[in-house]
């Protein structure tokens, strides 16, 4: 017997309406895409689907929500052809490669951060306003925008800050406001009418019209992470500082989309269950719980069994490049071949979306 790949879970009121109505396209008013990495490898054939099938057999608004590897994700969803797109950024994530300079056993983050900036204007060149002026999607960037130590980033006052930003975040999360706020970065024609497809009083929030001026800059800070990539500074548009990953506030964007959109569902392709509120947090177990803002939230995320059949019995994740070190055309394998096992999720998907059964919808 083939073992099951997908596991589908549901907040309270997603999982009634499922009962009384199933699950159709028309009814999805927000997809969110976290940060994670390499992790993120495995969603590509469900993104494919999503995108590619299922969502065109439905014409409402939606909001696509990202931060980190799931901002470049939602990015490309807005191309005007998404599948061919989200190949390419497959291929292209894990072939990436960095030189090492003698006597270090990490490349500089000022080399990561312009291969990755090379990398950004290769793919997306020339193809920017398709993302800015899709007919149906929203795309919101989510970024972390440095205070105090943190508003510009130094060799003695960034890891200075970011200890602030720990010791804040353990006493209580929205403590981590005073060290670093979370900047979004939304599309739409209106500057004026711009909204967030979350309430978004948990934390300290500005919003941001995304143009053709600062897609790229603010791209890069969503993916930028700590003392990995050099953080981007001024971006056109937005209050002057350090913006690093938007991670690092919104690990998995545990935000209040049940205040904002109560009538629609939030479809969240997740690598796993829990919905962690802060990179920070990742330490916190009892704040990886699903709490109200989740209500109308479908998760769709591997069977932990699943995920212990894929080499090396895990998802991948950055410390493959510390195991694999220069030895590039493995760590390729490895993560080809996670990408490829992970078409699984989206068979699955596709044949519970035609009949939507209640009984595999499990509690988030």
Known sequence: MTQRALRIYAGPGARRRIEKHGLDPQDISVIPGAAGGP???????????????WLRRSKQ????????????????ACLDDPVPAFQRLERDYIAQDYEIEPGRKTPTARHVSERFAQN???????????????????????????????????????PLGYLGAY???????RA????????????????????LPFDDRDFRTRQVHLTAQNFHPALQASCSIPFVLQAIHDIPGAPRGAYWDGGITDYHLHLNYAAAHPRGLVLYPHFQKAVVPGWLDKAWR?????????????????????????????????????????????????????????????????VWAERTDPALVEAL
């Open 39 to 53: 992790k993120g490898l495995v969603l590509g054939p469900l993104d494919r689907f999503l995108f590619g099938k």
């Open 61 to 76: 608004p939606v909001h696509l929500v990202g931060a980190s590897i799931g901002a470049w994700r939602m990015a490309t």
């Open 120 to 158: 950004l204007q290769a793919f997306y060149g020339g193809r920017v306003e398709q993302v800015l002026a899709h007919p149906r999607y929203r795309l919101h960037i989510v970024t972390s925008r440095g205070r105090h130590l943190l508003s510009r980033e130094h060799r003695v006052a960034t």
């Open 167 to 173: 010791v804040a975040n353990t006493v209580h999360r």
């Open 176 to 195: 981590l406001g005073g060290w670093l706020e979370r900047v979004v970065f939304s599309s739409g024609p209106d500057p004026e009418a711009l909204s």
């Open 286 to 350: 009892w704040r990886h719980g699903a709490s109200a803002f989740l209500d109308n939230t479908v998760v769709l995320a591997p069977d932990p069994d699943w995920v212990r059949t894929l080499p090396n019995g895990k998802l991948p994740d950055r410390n493959d490049f510390a195991r694999y070190g220069t030895d590039l055309a493995a760590r390729m394998q490895a993560w080809t071949a996670a990408a490829h096992a992970s078409e699984q999720l989206a068979e699955e998907f596709a």
